[in-house]
C-alpha cells in the first residue's frame, strides 16, 4: 500500500500595498484663524511690546511730541519703581499692599456669597427663576452705569445712603463720608463684591448641575449634615470650577480699572489707591509714560508668576488627590 505525500500549501502571495497618498493638510483653519492673529497682535501683542519699548524710555511731558526720539535710559524707570527708599517706590509699595488686600476680600466674599446662593438655589421651589435673575443683574448691568449708581448713592450731602442712616434710622448723628477717608476702602470693596459675585454664582451653580445627586443622599444615609456633605460632596466636585473661578476673580479685580476710577474720579483717595489708579496718575497726571510703563510692565510679571505658580500648584494637587 502506498501512501502519497501531499505537498504542503503554498501561502498566497502578499498583495501588493499601494503607496499611500500624503494627505494635504487643508488650509482653510489657518486662514480662519488669521482675523483672531491680527486682532490679538493688534490689541495684546503690539500694545505690550510698546509698552515694554516705553519702560526704556525717558518718556515725559518733555517728549510727548517727538516720542520715538525719547532717550533711552535702560532699566532706570525699573529701579525707581522698586526703590522702597524713594517717594515714588513707596507710594507703588502702599498701592500694591492696598491691592492686596482688597483683592483678597472681594475675591473671598464674591466666593462665599456665590456660593451660598448656587447652593441656596440648587433644589427646585416656587420663584427659584426669580431669584436667578435677580441675583444675575449687577452681572449684567454695564460697569459704568452701574457704579455710576453707586457713586450718587454714597454721596455725603445727597446720597441715599446717608439719608437711610441719619435722617430715617437716626442711627449716627453726623453724615460720613463715603468715598473720601478710611471708608473709601470698605465702598470700594462693597462695589467690587457688588459687581463680581453674581459671576461666582454663575459658575458655581453650572458646576452643581454636574454633582450627580445620589453621592448627596448616600451621605445623607450616612448621617451626614450640611456641613458636612458641603465638605465632602459639594467643595470636592467643585475643585475643577473653583480652580479655573478664583484665578479669573484674582485677575479681574487686581487690574480692575473702571471701578475705581468711575467712583472716585482721576485721584483715589490713599486708602483706596488701587494700583491701576496709581499706574494712571503716574501716565497720564504727572505725564511720565516711561515710568507708568515700568510698573505696568512690573504688575504683568508679578501676575503672570502668581497665576503661573497657582496653576501649577493646584494641577499638583489634583494629581496627588
Same mark, same amino acid.
Given at each position: 500500500m502506498t501512501t502519497t505525500l501531499s505537498a504542503p500549501d503554498e501561502a498566497p502571495p502578499e498583495p501588493t500595498r499601494k503607496p499611500r497618498k500624503r494627505r494635504r493638510t487643508p488650509a482653510l483653519p489657518y486662514l480662519l484663524l488669521i482675523p483672531a492673529i491680527v486682532l490679538e497682535l493688534a490689541v495684546h501683542v503690539i500694545p505690550m511690546l510698546t509698552g515694554i519699548w516705553m519702560s526704556l524710555r525717558e518718556l515725559? /511731558?518733555?517728549?510727548?511730541?517727538?516720542?520715538?526720539?525719547?532717550?533711552?535710559?535702560?532699566?532706570?524707570?525699573?529701579?525707581?519703581?522698586?526703590?522702597?527708599?524713594?517717594?515714588?517706590?513707596k507710594e507703588l509699595l502702599h498701592s500694591f499692599w492696598v491691592t492686596? !488686600?482688597?483683592?483678597?476680600?472681594?475675591?473671598?466674599?464674591?466666593?462665599?456669597?456665590? $456660593?451660598?446662593?448656587?447652593?441656596l438655589l440648587q433644589r427646585p421651589f416656587r420663584g427659584r427663576a426669580l431669584l436667578r435673575t435677580l441675583f444675575l443683574t449687577p452681572y449684567a448691568l454695564p460697569v459704568y452705569a452701574a457704579v455710576i449708581i453707586w457713586s450718587f448713592l454714597l454721596q455725603r450731602d445727597t446720597g441715599a445712603l446717608n439719608h437711610v442712616l441719619v435722617d430715617q434710622l437716626h442711627l449716627v448723628d453726623d453724615r460720613p463720608f463715603w468715598l473720601i477717608g478710611g471708608n473709601s476702602f470698605w465702598s470700594l470693596v462693597i462695589v467690587m463684591v457688588w459687581k463680581h459675585w453674581p459671576f461666582a454664582f454663575l459658575c458655581l451653580m453650572a458646576g452643581l448641575q454636574g454633582v450627580p445627586q445620589d453621592l448627596y443622599e448616600a451621605a445623607y444615609m450616612d448621617? !451626614?449634615?450640611?456641613?458636612?456633605?458641603?465638605?465632602?460632596?459639594?467643595?470636592?466636585? $467643585?475643585r475643577p470650577v473653583n480652580q479655573v473661578l478664583l484665578l479669573v476673580?484674582? $485677575?479681574?479685580?487686581?487690574?480692575?480699572?473702571?471701578?475705581?476710577?468711575?467712583?472716585?474720579?482721576?485721584? !483715589?483717595?490713599? /486708602?483706596?489707591d488701587l494700583i491701576s489708579i496709581h499706574i494712571y496718575e503716574s501716565s497720564f497726571v504727572t505725564w511720565n509714560f516711561g515710568l507708568?510703563?515700568?510698573?505696568?510692565?512690573?504688575?504683568?510679571?508679578?501676575?503672570?508668576?502668581?497665576?503661573?505658580?497657582?496653576?501649577f500648584f493646584t494641577r499638583k494637587a489634583r494629581a496627588d488627590a
Open positions: 515725559t /511731558q518733555f517728549h510727548i511730541r517727538d516720542w520715538s526720539g525719547a532717550p533711552f535710559i535702560g532699566l532706570d524707570n525699573y529701579k525707581v519703581s522698586l526703590d522702597v527708599d524713594s517717594a515714588t517706590g492686596i !488686600a482688597c483683592t483678597i476680600l472681594v475675591v473671598g466674599l464674591s466666593y462665599g456669597l456665590g $456660593l451660598a446662593a448656587a447652593v448621617g !451626614a449634615g450640611f456641613w458636612r456633605r458641603l465638605r465632602a460632596v459639594t467643595l470636592p466636585m $467643585l476673580l484674582f $485677575l479681574w479685580t487686581f487690574n480692575d480699572f473702571n471701578t475705581p476710577y468711575v467712583l472716585f474720579g482721576k485721584s !483715589a483717595p490713599d /486708602q483706596a507708568g510703563s515700568a510698573m505696568s510692565v512690573c504688575l504683568l510679571l508679578f501676575l503672570s508668576i502668581v497665576s503661573g505658580l497657582y496653576l
